[in-house]
């Protein structure tokens, strides 16, 4: 880290009385930093064996980090100066005072210019006197200057490639025995519960041999992934936790947190079992350990039971692990090294950019080959050996890194960890020390990139390293972070979700993660060492208990970074007496509790990164605006946040504000066009005009990824509204555009049509979201998306759009996979199209539809047609009816009864049109005019609102189209509808309904069901039941029927004589006692009953003695029963928790 702080020194002591007019000290310092600088390497590899260098090297990192908060804590002092001269005031109102903080910057009590120039004088006396010993020291050791190796090449990508790899080299034998299992019959969705049962594979080998990555591919195998409902990977590493596994299974499952601690195992075992046991799972355990046999009984009684049917795969480095798991000798796969002419084609897809055999000279192939032969067969070796060839084009080049290996060599082969230490030794300086910063997460730690490179700049690790501002650091950072990826020293590099995007798995991928394989992040560890990245410089800190943060700095004062990564929040932050000498520059307390509500930043002057974010924070300091050098600030889902400070447009420095998900607050500071260097601004309240907080504030802004525009209503005309300037900003890829609530929208001037046309952003967007606008027309750019160049939205969202009677032309966009379009009550039909666009696919790309509150919507689809009356062309409504009918929409007369020939017609069109082909998600409330329904055979989960007989028929339809692939199905009745039971579907559906695959059925205050017969035969794992307060009876579900929930169903009577479950859930405030038909089920493996305060007993009978697990929540009474009570003795037996 040192080199990297001196390249930034360097250039700041060069500068003519930098320092008060004290040339001759800072000349002293540039000359040793200059000396010094090209001899840290011999330094460095020297320091590995002799105990004096390592010594001399502490010792000179410790004074260059000293000397680094000397200039900064007078840069500060220059900015506070200016800040003070432009009239900068505090929360008080009264002027901030640099003199003072000069004085509390460098510990000098006396209250004057003088004394304050006194206490930099002796600071930096002090730091010349250890600069001249560790000088004269390091001539004796006599270190040589080495050759920097460069970063970046022109030939080298800039992009990452994301994509699955299409085949693994050298394991086609291992990948056909696992095919070979036939995972069908033990991991295939829809099963008769007899043939079901759990089995375990296990993938074994020493480390770096390919174990994870084989498992990466056998689960992304289309034959092997189509037989579940899920792939669930969870990476274990040296800690076996049971509760960490359990949840981290359960939240790939739900697709979110599920919010339970990793340390409430019951309740995690009842959540698992509600959820698992919904379809068949996949579940890798990667890279376990030796681990206790009493653990891997208690994972497998709580995880793999053979109800379930989870197909295990375990990779570990030791054999006894899968023994431990039941895996059988033919489920046992031992990888060997590659052979010669395996590891051969491996390294060349990694070194050549091009076919070797080809392109490559004959010299290089010589070398390559004894790179391959010692490299022994590791598929991590010949990756990180090719990714670290690939860059040299020269046999020089190749013949160095030879000589390198051949030092570590035995037998003519060098073990991984070797291989390891060649390719980091073989990268440049920068790099090296971002690599050794990554220590500081914890094993098997998922690392965002966007997080990474801020946590890289903050601590000055993307300087240049001529010192130059050429380059933005954001842009540096993804060069190093594409550098580590491509040599392999990060692993599963992938997309995911945007955590501040809109959450479905559908949705745009904008964040990048990767991890560190334990092997290199030993490396990493050394490396840490080597360049000073450890305690007390970087701290990585857990929430289990309270978090002091004077303490912690006060005990470690030149700690630089203090990092919360691996828990989902704090719960007791101490952060109100900083003390004023520290040196922190990143400090990240994602959802942090503070004691007293109290924040105190003002002595954190050296801050670059702070992440607040999800903590319960009401107000931000003023005091935080005297964080001068601040690039990051994250306090996006500070839920009760509501101010932020007056005078933030002197934290000029800051380059990335995450301000999203804070509902409560309303206004912006003023005069945000000074903050210059802003990229990322992820919300932006637009405030009244000649204040410094209207739209034009962000014009020369050069913002990118997320912004959210809110209180458009607030921008009066055109003009202003093309302030904003978004076409130019073309690093956005997320666009809300909001202009308030629907009564702001109808009490203005309605100009929303020219400030949506004025706000055109540019056409690379990948998510646009439009609220509360008030005209009938959307602005021309988005009017015909695809013939202004929108073709790369993959979410649209409209929202609260009232006066919209159409859409636009939103069919056509190629790759749009989410639309969301919610409370338009004007809203008529989804799309209309022309004769001539019928060879076009309708919504070609779409994975999610949500439609909510549509109260007008008859149609999805209304074609015109374009005929000749009188010498005009018009759009005939009649004529659009018409077509419409044929596309499967309704008339009026349909609609009271009559045109019984045009319904025959309907159907017959709706069995032969398919148009939403790959959708596979859909939600439909509060639509009561919607009658039809177009075919989706793709589809797999629904939620709809049943209000009335004719949408109910919509969604029966949609689910029981023959081979439906449907395996969710949420159901709810909105709180407007009448109260008609549900269609008698015996008549007409019975013959068509195909509810086979049904895995889970959600019914929301929905009082009658009936369930058809070939429901009743099919495989319905799930039913839950909520708010159903006239249900009599739980229809009857099915054979396989495992989990029942009732919650909030005080009247049921009867469950259809089911008389097995894997889980029962029951809940009512009202009830009085359980119900009577409880000790009907014979076979009940978990009962948990939740808030029934009222309820005192459990019934007797046979029941009890048959019960595995019992869970009561908040019934006090029944509690005490099961303590105190008759059948207290077979009670105690049951594996029971409570929680009250």
Excluded at 425 to 443: G, I, R, T, Y
Excluded at 591 to 601: E, G, K, N, P, T
Excluded at 613 to 636: A, D
Excluded at 1001 to 1009: K, P, Q
Aim: hydrophobic share 35%.
């Amino acid at each position: 880290m040192a080199s990297m702080l001196i390249s930034g020194l360097i250039p700041l002591l060069q500068q003519p009385g930098s320092m008060l007019k004290m040339e001759k000290e800072c000349q002293k310092l540039l000359n040793f930093f200059t000396d010094t600088l090209p001899k840290l390497a011999d330094a460095q590899l020297r320091a590995e064996a002799e105990p004096n260098v390592r010594t001399w090297l502490d010792e000179f990192n410790a004074a260059v980090y000293e000397a680094d908060d000397m200039v900064d804590d007078f840069r500060y002092a220059k900015l506070q100066a200016e800040a003070e001269a432009d009239g900068c005031r505090n929360q008080n109102g009264d002027r901030v005072r640099a003199g003072l903080f000069l004085l509390s910057c460098f510990k000098t009590s006396r209250i004057n210019q003088s004394g304050a120039l006194q206490g930099i004088e002796n600071r930096i006396g002090s730091i010349v006197k250890i600069i001249d010993d560790l000088d004269e020291r390091m001539r004796a050791f006599n270190f040589q200057p080495g050759q920097e190796i460069n970063i970046t090449s022109l030939e080298r990508p800039q992009q990452l490639n994301f994509s699955s790899p299409t085949e693994i080299v050298g394991r086609d034998n291992e990948i056909r025995g696992i095919k070979n299992l036939d995972l069908k019959i033990f991991g295939k969705k829809f099963i008769p519960r007899f043939m079901i049962r759990t089995m375990a594979i296990s993938i074994v080998g020493p480390q770096g041999i390919g174990k994870s990555a084989l498992a990466r591919f056998v689960c992304n195998i289309d034959d092997i992934k189509s037989h579940f409902n899920c792939v669930v990977w969870v990476d274990v590493g040296s800690e076996f936790n049971i509760g960490k596994i359990t949840k981290s299974i359960i939240d790939q499952v739900i697709g979110k947190d599920c919010c339970i601690s990793e340390g409430d195992t019951d309740l995690l075992g009842l959540r698992l079992s509600q959820e698992v046991c919904h379809g068949r799972y996949l579940l890798v355990l990667d890279d376990v350990q030796t681990v206790p046999e009493e653990l891997i009984w208690k994972f497998k009684k709580l995880v793999l039971t053979d109800e379930w049917g989870i197909v295990l795969i375990v990779t570990s480095s030791f054999q006894e692990v899968g023994q431990m798991f039941g895996v059988g000798r033919k489920n046992k796969f031992v990888l060997e090294p590659l052979m010669n002419n395996d590891g051969w084609n491996l390294f060349c897809t990694k070194a050549f950019w091009d076919d070797a055999n080809e392109t490559c000279p004959e010299i290089l192939k010589e070398m390559g080959k004894k790179i391959v032969d010692t490299c022994g067969g590791s598929p991590l070796a010949l990756n990180m050996m090719g990714g670290l060839m690939r860059f040299k084009k020269q046999p020089e080049e190749w013949q160095r890194v030879i000589n390198q290996l051949e030092n570590y060599t035995v037998d003519g082969v060098a073990t991984v960890e070797k291989i390891i230490k060649v390719c980091y030794d073989n990268l440049c300086s920068q790099v090296k020390q971002c690599f050794a910063f990554c220590s500081l997460f914890p094993e098997g730690h998922y690392m965002d990139k966007e997080v990474l490179i801020k946590l890289w700049m903050a601590n000055g690790l993307l300087l240049p390293s001529d010192g130059s501002r050429s380059i933005p650091p954001e842009e540096n950072g993804s060069i190093v972070f594409n550098e580590l990826a491509s040599r392999h020293f990060f692993e599963d590099v992938k997309l995911v979700h945007g955590n501040y995007s809109y959450e479905n798995k559908h949705g745009y991928h904008s964040r990048v993660t990767c991890k560190l394989l334990d092997l290199i992040r030993k490396q990493a560890v050394i490396a840490a060492r080597e360049f000073a990245l450890q305690n007390p410089y970087l701290l990585s800190i857990s929430g289990d208990s309270q978090v002091d943060i004077p303490i912690l700095l006060e005990t470690n004062p030149a700690m630089r970074t203090l990092l919360s990564p691996s828990d989902p929040f704090i719960r007791n932050v101490n952060c109100s007496a900083v003390p004023r000498a520290n040196s922190l520059r990143g400090l990240h307390l994602h959802s942090a509790l503070f004691q007293r509500d109290l924040l105190v930043l003002k002595y954190m002057r050296h801050l670059r990164y702070l992440d607040l974010s999800g903590s319960r924070i009401k107000i931000l300091p003023e005091s935080t605006s005297l964080l001068y050098f601040l690039q990051t600030l994250n306090l996006s889902k500070c839920l009760l946040l509501y101010q932020l400070p007056e005078n933030m447009k002197y934290m000029r420095s800051l380059r990335h504000l995450y301000i999203h998900k804070c509902p409560q607050l309303k206004k912006m500071p003023a005069h945000f066009r000074q903050l210059s260097n802003l990229q990322t601004l992820t919300t932006y309240i637009v405030g009244e005009e000649n204040t410094g907080t209207g739209i034009d504030q962000i014009k020369g802004l050069h913002l990118g990824g997320l912004l959210e525009l809110y209180n458009l209503h607030k921008v009066k005309t055109v003009t202003i509204a093309k302030e904003a300037d978004l076409v130019s900003k073309t690093n956005l890829d997320r666009l809300t555009l909001n202009w308030g609530t629907e009564s702001l929208v109808m009490s203005k001037n309605n100009n929303d049509l020219g400030v949506l046309e004025a706000l055109q952003p540019h056409t690379q967007l990948k998510v646009l979201k439009v609220q509360q606008y008030g005209s009938r027309e959307f602005a021309t750019w988005l009017a015909n998306p695809v013939a202004m160049g929108f073709i790369n939205f993959v979410e649209l969202h409209l929202i609260g759009c009232s006066q919209c009677e159409t859409l636009p032309a939103l069919w056509k966009l190629p790759s749009l996979r989410v639309l969301c379009l919610k409370h338009m009550p004007s809203l008529t039909c989804i799309s209309r199209t022309d004769k001539k666009d019928s060879s076009e696919q309708f919504f070609p790309s779409l994975k999610r539809l949500v439609l909510v509150g549509l109260k007008k919507l008859e149609r999805w689809n209304e074609e015109v047609l374009h005929t000749k009356i009188g010498g005009e062309t018009e759009e005939e409504e009649e004529g659009g009816e018409t077509e419409e009918e044929e596309e499967g929409g309704e008339t009026e007369e349909e609609e009271e009864g009559g045109g019984g020939a045009m319904c025959s017609n309907l159907e017959t069109t709706f069995e032969e049109v398919t148009i939403f082909t790959v959708l596979d998600q859909l939600e439909i409330t509060s639509c009561p005019n919607l009658k039809t329904m177009p075919r989706v055979p793709q589809l797999k989960h629904i939620t709809a609102s049943i209000e009335n007989y004719r949408l109910l028929w919509s969604v029966t339809n949609v689910i029981t189209q023959e081979e439906s692939l449907v395996e969710e199905a949420n159901i709810a009745k909105a709180s407007s509808a009448d109260n008609e039971p549900f269609p008698a579907l015996e008549e007409e559906g019975e013959k068509r309904l195909v509810w086979n695959k049904l895995r889970i059925l959600r019914m929301d205050s929905t009082n009658s069901f009936f369930m058809p017969t070939t429901l009743r035969h099919s495989l319905l794992g799930v039913s839950e039941f909520y708010g159903c307060s006239s249900l009599q009876q739980v229809p009857e579900c099915g054979l396989e029927l495992n989990v029942l929930e009732l919650d909030e169903c005080p009247q049921v009577e009867s469950i259809s004589g089911i008389k097995r479950l894997d889980m029962l859930y029951l809940s009512c405030i009202s009830w009085t006692s359980l119900p009577s038909w409880l000790p009907e089920i014979k076979e009940l493996g978990t009962l948990w009953v939740s808030e029934c305060p009222m309820v005192k007993e459990l019934p007797g009978g046979e029941w009890l003695s048959s019960l595995k697990k019992l869970k009561i929540s908040e019934c006090p009474d029944l509690e005490k029963f099961c303590k105190e009570g008759p059948y207290s003795s077979t009670i105690s037996q049951i594996g029971k928790s409570t929680d009250n």
